[in-house]
């Protein structure tokens, strides 16, 4: 037998005290000749009390007696037995132990007996992993030789022979030195001697290439025990010789699958995550790998099944790694695309799911090495002698191949690397299908919260807006804050910001769901404080309906927000809160303020018995409004009132414009990541000049339609508008009319140009107009209709003495042809009035 020097496994030459199993030696009458410290501790008795003695003295118990003579028959015949025995203890109790019992050679064809016996409960948890423990129970090949005290050979089983190919005859007598390299027998001897000083158990593991499989390194677990006499003195050395190549191995694939879990996914990057599996695979597992996904999982998409009589499979290469990466130049570039060719083994593992193997590769045949001759080429020149291709699989679906191959190393690859392979591939896939999942959901995530958020804001002739935001939840990329600008009639502007309690996507749906109801409430043209307690209605119908979902009172859906209407003509601003921030207010000079606005219950929190109060400010041109929630201007560190002050620092920049105020209050952020969602909503307001406003008031008088047609027309003329002036005089005369019809007190009419034209009735009616359908026979009902098709949009609001009916017309410049009807004429009706 070749040796490879007396080095271990994994750590310098270092004999272990293990208490492996307990030895007994028996001569041809059954009589011990030799017991160990081991079996004194198993069994109570001292070697004085058993040697010299016959073994049925402790083995079996009285009443087995005739068992211990049918398994002695049971020896001589078949040469040794196993099984399962009971013995007795000294204090008398019987224990039930797995015994292997070998036959030992001597000189002149002399024999003994070698008695083993392992009990796994009166071990240590060190000792319930020894080589020979675990031997013994499998019943696997033991090498055993019995030394005398001057380290001489006296007896041998056959197993040692087929472990380092050196018959029994040649070992008789003779020592280590006479069979073994002089350094490895030097090394045991030392192992030996020691165990004859101290009387323990010791364990040497060493390499070595058995003359059964010379191709292949073995390992080798050596342990040695102290055989005493019956006044305790040493009269040997046992040593029992196991080939642990396979616990080796099996150790080897435990490491790297251990490493494999620190190692790969430790991000949450498919192409980087493909690179962690190839970086790990050399040189542990192989001299060169490579990860190739399905070209749609690299981007994040699942992929789509691959068939037979499809196109070619399409692969990015996620991971490339080598043993060398100068020498040979390999093709392999990470991030390329792979076409696989449809006969290859490549395609196929893809098809099918199921890993390849060729332990010896052959790089000269075949349709996929004619389709790529040149690749062929470089892969022969680098030596790769043996391939492994392994399907990435997750969830039924193939992500990917991961490639091994061999060319330093010059064993093959054989079954037990695929099966590695394969196991440390799974590893992968689930790093990778939770990428993948993480990359899908990050999508919908931000796809739901680009639809939720405004696209392209737009304050009209009110205000100048610009915002920002950033979601505590960096991985998904949205959170339950949002905000929005709503363009209102009579070119007004509504300003909300709001936050729901919690972060991800749960409170991003939440948040969805008050914004649109936001939105629905100020079509209504409602004040704020009304929108607020009709928006804390419906947080509260949403609590009620997380409680019916879940029988059980779930957790409750909190809100804040703030709302505000900016008028551009009376450059009047009302707002309302609900435990909000309320905003910042710095003028055109730079001076910041807070407005005294009251706070307000947040939404959601059964506290609507207490309603909302508006307030209302005067705003110069140019002023700008900050509305922001607590995560701009709250942090563990400070108190809210140093974030305002930040805050307020960070804008009063008059001149600047709203993007680069943007950027410098996002720069008083720490610099980790936040702990709440924060979002930043600045305008700047604008003001209508007194030229782009007309306002008459009208009299409760019939007669006052045609002055009204009249004034309006002269204001349009004047306004370079003359195309407006019969659709608007047609509008006019249906909403006085009707004003005239349907209130007590005198009106007001008001044009307005700015985007639009609008033109407002007000009236004292608080009623609020509903359009009919009147029939074909009926004389009137069909006012409102015919506003409808004349205007862009038209409706109404509430007003402090009664209600605002309105309606716009695009300018010339953006106006769409004149509807078919103006050139028919006008009923001139108005229409009927229902409450």
């Known amino acids: 037998m070749t040796h490879t020097g007396h080095s271990p496994l994994a750590e310098p030459a270092k004999p272990r005290e293990i208490p492996d199993a307990a030895i007994a030696m028996i001569d041809a009458e059954g009589t011990v000749t030799g017991w160990t410290q081991a079996a ?36 001589r015949a078949q040469g040794g037995w196993s099984g399962t025995v009971a013995v007795r203890h000294r204090d008398g109790h019987t224990l039930t132990m797995t015994l292997r019992v070998s036959l030992l050679w001597g000189q002149n064809a002399g024999t003994r007996w070698l008695v083993s016996v392992t009990d796994i409960g009166s071990l240590s948890s060190e000792a319930a992993t020894g080589p020979v423990r675990e031997s013994l129970l499998a019943r696997a090949p033991i090498g055993i030789v019995v030394y005398d005290p001057q380290l001489r050979c006296g007896w041998v089983n ?46 040497h593991e060493f390499r070595a290439w058995p003359p059964a499989d010379r191709r292949r390194e073995h390992a080798f677990s050596a342990s040695f025990f102290c055989l005493q006499g019956a006044d305790g003195t040493p009269v040997g050395v046992c040593s029992m010789t196991v080939d642990v190549t396979g616990n080796r191995r099996a150790r080897e ?112 045949a075949g349709p996929w090495v004619d389709h790529d001759p040149v690749r062929a080429q470089k892969v022969r020149d680098s030596g790769i002698h043996s391939l492994m291709v392994v399907p990435i699989r997750a969830r039924s679906s193939v992500l990917g191949l991961a490639i091994f191959a061999r060319s330093e190393e010059p064993t093959p690859f054989q079954e037990d ?52 935001y950033v979601p505590a939840d960096i991985d998904h990329g949205v959170g339950g804050d949002w905000f929005d600008v709503i363009e209102l009639s009579g070119a007004r502007v509504a300003l909300v910001v709001g936050d729901v309690v919690g972060h991800g996507i749960n409170a991003a749906a939440t948040m969805g769901r008050l914004r649109t109801a936001v939105r629905t409430l100020a079509d209504l043209d409602l004040p704020p404080d009304e929108l607020l307690a009709h928006l804390d209605d419906t947080v509260r119908r949403l609590n009620d309906e997380e409680a019916d979902l879940s029988d059980e009172v779930g957790a409750v859906v909190g809100a804040t927000c703030l709302y505000a209407v900016y008028d551009p003509v009376t450059r009047r601003c009302t707002m309302a809160r609900a435990g909000h921030p309320p905003p910042l207010i ?80 996002m720069e008083t952020l720490p610099t980790q990541a936040p702990a709440d969602d924060v979002t930043l909503l600045l305008a700047r307001t604008r003001a209508l000049q007194p030229a782009q406003v007309a306002s008459w008031d009208l009299p409760n008088e019939l007669a006052t339609v045609p002055a009204a047609r009249h004034l309006a027309a002269r204001q349009l003329t004047e306004w370079g508008l003359e195309p407006l002036v019969r659709p608007m005089e047609l509008i006019i005369s249906e909403l006085v009319t009707n ?57 109404s609001r509430s007003g402090a003495d009664g209600k605002v009916v309105w309606a716009e017309q695009d300018l010339p410049s953006a106006a769409l042809a004149a509807p078919p009807m103006l050139q028919q004429g006008s009923p001139g009706h108005g229409s009927q009035q229902r409450t």
């Open 40 to 75: 004194q501790r198993l069994v109570g008795y001292s070697a004085g009390e058993v040697v010299g003695r016959s073994a049925a003295h402790v083995l079996p118990p009285p009443e087995d007696a005739g068992r211990a003579s049918e398994l002695a028959e049971q020896c």
């Open 158 to 203: 056959d197993a040692m022979e087929r472990h380092d190919g050196v018959p029994r005859q040649r070992r008789f007598g003779r020592r280590l030195k006479d069979s073994l390299p002089a350094f490895e027998a030097e090394a045991l001897e030392v192992v030996m001697r020691q165990v004859l000083k101290s009387g323990t158990t010791m364990v």
């Open 253 to 364: 694939r435990l490491a790297i699958l251990s490493e494999a879990g620190t190692r790969i996914g430790s991000t949450l990057d498919l192409m980087q995550t493909g690179q962690e599996l190839a970086e790990l695979a050399v040189p542990l597992l192989a001299d060169h790998a490579l990860v190739d996904l399905v070209e749609s999982v690299s981007f994040g998409v699942e992929p789509s099944a691959v068939t037979a009589s499809g196109s070619r499979p399409v692969l990015r290469r996620a991971g490339v790694a080598t043993i060398d990466p100068g020498v040979p130049k390999l093709p392999f570039v990470r991030e390329e695309v792979i076409h696989a060719h449809r006969a290859s083994p490549f395609a196929a593992a893809l098809r099918t799911g199921r890993a390849y193997l060729e332990p010896v590769l052959d790089t000269h």
């Open 417 to 468: 690397d695929l099966l590695l392979a394969e196991e440390l591939v799974t590893r992968a896939a689930l790093c990778l299908d939770n990428a993948l999942r993480y990359a899908r959901e990050r999508a919908a995530a931000l796809t739901l919260q680009r639809a939720l958020l405004p696209h392209r804001m737009q304050g009209g002739a009110a205000v100048e807006v610009a915002s920002r």
């Open 586 to 665: 710095i003028d055109p000079q730079g001076q910041v303020s807070f407005p005294d606005l009251p706070t307000g219950a947040p939404l959601g929190l059964g506290l609507g018995v207490v309603p909302f109060e508006s307030a209302e400010l005067e705003l110069p041109e140019g002023s700008l409004l900050a509305f922001y929630s607590d995560g701009l201007v709250e942090s563990r560190d400070d108190d809210i009132d140093v974030g305002l002050h930040r805050l307020g620092a960070a804008l009063a920049q008059p001149g600047s414009s709203l993007e680069d105020l943007c950027s410098r209050a």
């Open 739 to 795: 004003a005239i019809r349907h209130s007590d007190g005198p009106s007001r009419l008001r044009l307005i140009q700015h985007r639009v034209l609008t033109c407002e009735v007000f009236d004292t009616n608080t009623s609020q107009p509903r359009p009919r359908h009147p029939h074909s026979l009926d004389g009137d009902g069909r006012g409102l209709f015919l506003v409808a098709q004349l205007s862009r949009r038209w409706g």
